[in-house]
């Protein structure tokens, strides 16, 4: 059995997490469960937790307290393992501006010991609208282009699990209309996406299950929720 399917898993289990940094507390006694072909919306104002516990899911920092398991695997003892399996989209792009998008994909494929690394890199552009901009430098990209860029970046492995800080910053209608499309194909196709995001608009229709953050504990969930936005108003309006 190979590393990669040893690692993979069918859901994600937050249990009772929390995260200090010194005396303030980022994230207070979390739970909630992520399952393959679901997307759950972390949903909240500005520090309310969110990033930290999309960093913590990517195994980029540990919880003070608390568990994270992917499946049967403790997130701790098969952390090199599990980031085979885990891709991630945040607010530094890690693209290389002087590099053409396609020289881009196909590096990032490369480090995953892709096969043929340069195919993968011209599929993953047109999926991304990119096909006739692949051999351009990502510097000459407005941010819009960036963006879905890097979401094929993070992308480029076929994780099983998606995390993604607010995927849709800086793309125009017909670019956050694309990212809903891919979204719900990874979902279709297996993958467990978990996504930060203030765009309650298109978060609307899209997630399957919402966790809403507030001071870092959560303030409610809801799965398949309507009106999203009212209910967003709803339970930050509480306490």
């Known amino acids: 059995m190979t590393q990669v399917a040893a690692a993979d898993f069918d859901h994600v289990a ?3 997490v929390s995260r200090h940094f010194g005396r303030r507390r980022a994230v207070s006694r979390v739970t909630f469960t992520a399952r393959a ?5 972390l949903l909240g104002p500005n520090g309310a937790g969110k990033s930290t516990m999309l960093a913590m899911l990517a195994t980029l920092l540990r919880p ?4 994270i398991r992917f499946g049967a695997l403790e997130h701790l003892a098969h952390r090199a393992a599990l980031r085979s399996r885990i891709g991630v989209l945040g607010h530094d792009l890690f693209l290389y501006p002087e590099l053409t ?27 991304a609208g990119l096909a006739d901009r692949a051999h351009d430098p990502v510097s000459s990209f407005s941010r819009g282009m960036r963006q879905r860029v890097a979401l094929e970046r993070a992308l480029i492995h076929e ?7 607010e995927p849709f910053t800086g793309l125009d209608d017909a670019s956050a209309a694309a ?26 229709g899209l997630i399957d299950e919402a966790v809403f953050l507030r001071e870092g504990r959560i303030a409610s969930t809801m799965t398949r929720p309507e009106r999203l936005r009212s209910a967003y108003r709803d339970v930050m309006g509480q306490g």
């Open 37 to 41: 072909g679901t997307i759950l919306g």
């Open 179 to 204: 990212l809903v499309a891919r979204l719900r194909a990874l979902r279709d196709g297996g993958a467990i996406v978990i996504l930060a995001t203030h765009d309650l608009e298109l978060a609307e």
């Open 64 to 67: 003070t307290s608390g568990a």
């Open 101 to 127: 998008a396609h020289e881009n994909l196909a590096f990032f494929a490369s480090l995953y010991e892709r096969a043929d690394a340069a195919a993968i890199a011209t599929s993953a552009l047109s999926r």
């Open 14 to 16: 937050v249990d009772d």
């Open 159 to 165: 994780p099983r699990l998606a995390l993604l800080d």
